[in-house]
């Protein structure tokens, strides 16, 4: 089947499910944008607004000379690239793209180090894993450092082999003067909107798309949290909480999910990394080696941790 053609068959049923199912079409767009308002929003816009002043008033090649010195005894960024590399460790999904994006298209780094660095660091931040995850929905705090390991070490690994090989240097590295005004501020504040209107109009399509899931397959709750959990991480997440299956199937499916991003999340790194040639078959399947690879770690760790605790 035609690619055009399995693209009018979704489009006609998104229409087709909104028109006989108004009420629960209704929900599911509520849910997504309330969940965009509530937690998406507050949280990423200022980060997005603050690294997009870093990158354009050139203040991020201050930062860097500083950090670089660090960063580069544990993966070969170039100089610019440690940015990309600790803002998208800190700040995360999608914030780690995004950045890297923006150095390449400020020619800052090159489109090799930018693709590498948006699969790798493109997680869901620190904040999100402790907080949301791993204490108010799985109620398992103990694991916070375990999940730290299990997350992070596979796409560190791939990024530490794949840098060495293409041996990254600064793509335009030459000395600039940092400088801030509105004109800088301005766009900043935009770009910043600009990107997360794009994440909330996905959290919304996508939050329908699971909420067609639900109805017309009742029958296998189980495929039905799978399937919503590979579509939205928080959805998938949320519905683990009530799930029948046993703790350690439970932590380790939510590192899965949590790894791979959602499909939501996919479209959400590809509209934001858009105009860059970032391959977005190679991030796919990066991130779902990633999220397999957590989840077996995962896994041991709650194994290892129960084994000492009993």
């Not at 998406?40 to 000379?65: C, E, G, R």
């Not at 959602?262 to 977005?280: N, P, R, V, W």
């Not at 991030?283 to 779902?288: E, G, K, N, S, V």
Request: net charge positive; with cysteine; hydrophobic share 50%.
């Amino acid at each position: 089947m035609k690619k055009n053609n399995i693209i009018l068959i979704v489009l006609l049923v998104f229409i087709f499910f909104i028109i006989t199912h108004p009420a629960v079409s209704m929900d599911a767009a509520a849910n997504g944008l309330l969940l965009w308002y509530k937690q998406l929003l507050p949280a990423l816009l200022p980060l997005a607004i603050l690294s997009n002043l870093m990158v354009y008033s050139n203040y991020m090649q201050m930062a860097t000379k500083y950090l670089y010195p660090f960063t580069k005894h544990l993966i070969p960024t170039s100089q610019s690239g440690s940015f990309a590399f600790l803002g998208g460790m800190l700040f995360g999904f999608p914030m780690g793209s995004k950045i890297s994006a923006d150095l390449v298209s400020q020619q800052k780094i090159s489109e090799q180090e930018g693709e590498i660095l948006a699969i790798c660091f493109n997680q869901l931040s620190p904040v999100f894993i402790s907080g949301y995850l791993l204490t108010n929905i799985l109620e398992m705090p103990q694991m916070i450092p375990y999940s730290y390991a299990a997350l992070y070490l596979p796409p560190l690994i791939y990024a530490v082999r794949h840098l060495k090989k293409i041996r990254p240097g600064n793509a335009k590295n030459a000395a600039s003067n940092p400088r801030l005004n509105f004109g800088i501020i301005d766009a900043g504040i935009m770009n910043g909107f600009e990107a997360l209107t794009k994440l909330g109009g996905y959290m919304i399509l996508f939050s329908i798309f699971a909420a067609i899931l639900h109805i017309y397959n009742s029958r296998y709750p189980l495929l039905n949290l799978i399937c919503t959990g590979l579509i939205e991480v928080t959805t998938g997440i949320s519905g683990l909480k009530d799930s029948m299956l046993p703790e350690g199937y439970v932590y380790a499916l939510s590192l899965f999910f949590v790894s791979f991003g959602g499909l939501c999340g996919f479209a959400q790194t590809c509209s934001i990394c858009g105009k860059t040639a970032f391959s977005k078959r190679r991030y796919l399947i990066c991130r779902l080696c990633f999220a397999i690879a957590s989840s077996i770690l995962g896994y041991l760790f709650y194994l290892l941790l129960v084994g000492v605790v009993s």
